[in-house]
């Protein structure tokens, strides 16, 4: 058994077979304050949403395999996400206390003043559309919908 070992970033371009435990693997984190655009580098990661002042947040183009995972940190102002261009392109549900804000060509997710530190929903996308899920715990606290 050999043991390969890697200091810094690492580029693999073929598909790679694990066996055995992945250690100290950690998720990338961003805090998302203020006009923020997205992209490719940011996929994957946990963004957290410090809107003590408004943050607006804008994807990139679709692209297969893009995901993010949005956190509320601070809900004190209202913020939104967006596609580009204004596409209605956001298909998929947040799932809340009573109820659920749903929509198949929405364009905007609006965090409200009503949503809660620790609420979340993930986007992923196909090439085409992004696929919404997630929870708030207060019906309103988080939004989507299309123009």
Not at 33 to 54: C, E
Request: proline letters at 1%; hydrophobic letters at 35%; a negative charge.
């Amino acid at each position: 058994m050999s043991i390969q070992q890697f200091q810094g970033t690492v580029e693999m371009n073929d598909s790679v077979d694990i066996k055995g435990t992945l250690r100290e693997y950690r998720e990338g984190t961003r805090t998302l304050t203020g006009t923020v655009t997205l992209d490719s580098g940011d996929s994957g990661k946990a963004l957290f949403m410090n809107s003590a002042l408004a943050v607006a947040v804008t994807l990139p183009a679709p692209e297969a395999g893009l995901h993010y995972k949005f956190w509320v940190a601070d809900a004190s102002a209202q913020s939104t996400i967006v596609t580009a261009s204004s596409a209605n392109i956001i298909a998929g549900s947040i799932r809340q206390q009573n109820a659920a804000s749903s929509d198949t060509d929405g364009d905007t997710i609006t965090i409200t003043t009503s949503a809660v530190k620790g609420d979340h929903f993930q986007l992923s996308c196909d090439g085409t559309n992004w696929y919404l899920a997630g929870w708030c715990q207060a019906n309103g606290g988080i939004t989507v919908t299309g123009t």
